[in-house]
């Protein structure tokens, strides 16, 4: 099994999740909430039922929580996950306190890594949430994930996995070496990168639960111009480090030019994947 130690993560700083929130927020599909709702219905959850109980794994500062748990309706248990102390403490502190309907949602923390989670640690949960998660995971903890997700019989919301596909609008000849090299960049240490969603498919899929996907892209227009920045100097800085002459002598600095001006449009292709159980019944 990769462990986390033999694998240091790359720093998942505060200031760069607080810049994503928002565009984060309107990039998740709403769509896949129809289908959860109505299996988290099926599953006796819901108002005047018992409280849904939900884990939100590599939680990070919470934003995953901030959007859903008041897209869902009735009393919430939500226990918050994550590798790096000081995120998971900052989520607990600013979890929402009130569901869709106005009822109250609790929440914990639990410092842990997800390449050990198993079955028991989600025993009586009803959902498991993870966002801007998957490509992160090696192969291993994704099957970590999975056996644990299966062997409890709940349902799975991931969402904003990277496909690996980004588009630039005007277009540059340097953009497809460039993202080229960000996706290898992305896949270092064994890491998924924009394999995940397809290889978590297929897991969950062999281990007998059904898998919906839905697109949920970024669109960084001028009115996303500072994480438009900041995305291109992330981009481009992985992309050079895997592979230096990916980005030619004055690339960064004319699209960081542009972006600025409100000439550049970037569109950063993300997926939502949702997990139901098989028997589980299929709504629109
Ligand atoms: C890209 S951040 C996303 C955070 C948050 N879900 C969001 O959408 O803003 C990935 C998070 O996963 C956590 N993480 C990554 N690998 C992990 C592991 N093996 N165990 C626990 N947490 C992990 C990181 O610490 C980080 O908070």
Known sequence: MSSVSENPLPAFEPDWLALREEADAEARATAALDPLRAHLAE???????????????????????????????????????????????TAGAR??????????????????????????????????????????????????????????????????????????????????????????HQRRGGRLGPDAVGVAEEMFRERGHRTLTFTSPWRLGHDRAPLGLAWLRGWVGAAREQEPAAAPHGYLERRLGACGRGELGVIVHHTDLLVLPEGATEHP
């Open 95 to 184: 979890m929402p306190t009130r569901s869709a309907d106005g009822a109250p949602v609790r929440s914990r923390m639990c410092l842990r890594d997800l390449g050990s989670i198993t079955g028991r640690d989600l025993l009586d949960v009803d959902l498991v949430t993870g966002s801007a998660l998957l490509d992160v995971l090696t192969r291993d903890a994704l099957e970590s994930v999975a056996d644990a997700v299966t062997g409890a019989g709940c349902a799975a919301l991931f969402t904003l996995s990277v496909t690996g596909r980004v588009e630039l609008f005007p277009s540059d000849p340097a953009d497809p070496p460039l993202t080229t090299a960000f996706n290898a």
């Open 43 to 89: 599953r006796g959850t819901g108002p005047g039922t018992h409280p849904l109980r939900v884990v939100d794994l590599g939680c990070g500062t919470g934003s995953q929580g901030r959007w859903l748990a008041p897209r869902l309706p009735g009393a919430q248990t939500w226990v918050l996950y994550d590798i790096d102390p000081g995120l998971l403490s």
